[in-house]
């Protein structure tokens, strides 16, 4: 009996042998390939050459208002940069910018998505109207909302809950809070849509039987919406949260950097083409581009969500 147990138990240890690709699996990968060559020879052209020259000149002392000084400096640059209190209080903003504004967006898209997926009248003239904000360009949002706020030409400060003189764009956090409130208002929308997409997904069948079962709305969505919308949240928290984290046109727009409002994305501009520095200029932007690849990086790693099509391949 010990004898015959263990070649049953070694053939049950042995892993399984893995299924053989078909013919037609391979033409098919072959012509997705193909397909996405073009793009992708595209991006790589558009964006591989540009990458590469900033991280060249990040390690050199290029400085155009002195032309005749300069040369390789290694990560001298880096260096700079990461020891300036000016860069921290840049990151601390854009952070901060970030994470206020992409919860309040996640809460209030959710919201939208799900009135305009229940929606049963007028559905297609609420989802147009929705959508108004995030089709106008982000620089005249901008503007729209520092005349708003302005206390010359505002018409904020003529409400009876408001302070005739608040200057809303002489102090930090206040300034801070009208960006943040001008990019919830602009990109909320595109989280709305990226959520919408995610709940047409949803089997309406799963919530009649939930309600067989005596399951509350709250618990329906808990167990059911969240649960079967994580891919598509993870999507629009990526794209939001890049997104916010370059935050340039509100903040240049309202403040210019202004009352310790600056971010990473203004600093840059800066020293890239205020001061001409293209060393510095050049760290800051590769340091940007890092930042965002690690954001990338821990949401995907975070979720835990696979990427479609990826058990798929394995077999």
């Known amino acids: 009996m010990t004898g015959a147990a263990e070649p049953a138990a070694s053939e049950a240890a042995s892993p399984e042998p893995a299924p053989k690709v078909s013919d037609r699996t391979r033409s098919e990968r072959r012509l997705a390939w193909m397909l996405c060559a ?20 990040s390690l050199q002392e290029v400085d155009l208002r002195f032309p005749d000084e300069g040369g390789f400096v290694g990560f001298e640059n880096y260096a700079t940069v990461l020891s300036s209190d000016l860069w921290w209080q840049g990151l601390f903003n854009t952070l901060f910018i970030t994470v206020v504004s992409v919860a309040i967006e996640l809460v209030l898209g959710m919201i939208i998505a799900l009135v305009m997926y229940r929606a049963i ?36 400060n003529q409400l009876p809950f408001v302070a005739d003189d608040k200057a809303w764009f002489g102090d930090r956090w206040s300034a801070m809070s009208v960006i943040i ?91 890239l083409i205020s001061r001409v520095n293209l060393g510095l200029g050049s760290a800051v932007s590769v340091l940007i581009f890092v930042l965002v690849l690690l954001i990338a990086f821990i949401y995907v790693r975070g979720f835990g969500t696979a990427i479609p099509g990826r058990e798929r391949g394995a077999n």
């Open 181 to 271: 409130a001008a990019e919830v208002w602009k990109t909320t929308p595109f989280i709305a849509l990226l959520l919408l997409a995610g709940l047409t997904t949803i089997d309406e069948g799963l919530y009649e039987a939930a309600k067989v079962d005596g399951a509350n709305a709250w618990q329906r969505f808990w167990r059911i919406t969240l649960p079967l919308m994580k891919p598509a949240i993870l999507v629009a928290l990526l794209f939001r949260t890049l997104d916010a984290f370059r935050v340039f046109d509100s903040i240049f727009v309202m403040t210019g950097g202004g009352q310790d409002t600056e971010s990473v994305s203004i600093i840059g501009y800066n020293q």
């Open 38 to 57: 073009p793009a992708v020879i595209a991006m790589l052209l558009v964006t591989a050459y540009p990458i590469g020259y900033a991280l060249v000149l």
């Open 121 to 156: 009248f007028g559905r297609a003239l609420v989802r147009t109207s929705v959508l108004i904000p995030y089709g106008i360009v982000t620089v005249v949002a901008a503007f729209a909302w520092f005349f708003a706020f302005d206390p010359t030409s505002g018409f904020v």
